[in-house]
């Protein structure tokens, strides 16, 4: 099975910046797909950025420019580097992994606020 632990969540304001960590530990396939998903208060759990073994990513329209999404392999670890952030950036953002079915992380809260 596989474990993901993030961090990095925090208060920040408009503007601002943060980065977000995942270690992925248990038994994992570098051939793997990582990636970040965010949820905020009643909405649905949705896509901000996906990476593949490719280093190809893909991000959301609304985090394109602004947000980053990075892994390193040695350290079964992915990163998201947000900046210029906003309000609705607001979310609980969750790591996950897909390597023969979706693995999620307990999530770590961003606000954005002044």
């Known amino acids: 099975q596989v474990q ?7 208060l920040v304001q408009p503007g601002g910046s943060l980065r977000l960590s995942c270690v992925a530990s248990g038994i994992i ?3 793997n797909t990582m990636g970040w998903y965010r949820q905020a208060p ?3 759990r949705e896509l901000v950025a996906v990476i593949p073994r490719s280093g190809v990513a ?3 329209d609304s985090v394109k420019g602004r947000f980053t ?7 079964n670890t992915a990163f998201l580097q947000m900046n210029s952030l906003k309000p609705e950036d607001t979310a609980v953002y ?3 992994v897909n390597q ?5 992380g307990q999530g770590t809260q961003v606000t ?3």
């Open 42 to 44: 009643g909405k649905q």
């Open 58 to 60: 893909n991000y959301a």
């Open 112 to 114: 954005v606020s002044s």
């Open 100 to 104: 023969g079915g979706d693995f999620w």
């Open 29 to 31: 396939f570098r051939s």
């Open 94 to 96: 969750y790591c996950t």
């Open 4 to 10: 993901l632990v993030e961090s990095g969540g925090g």
């Open 69 to 75: 999404i990075s892994r390193d392999y040695a350290k």
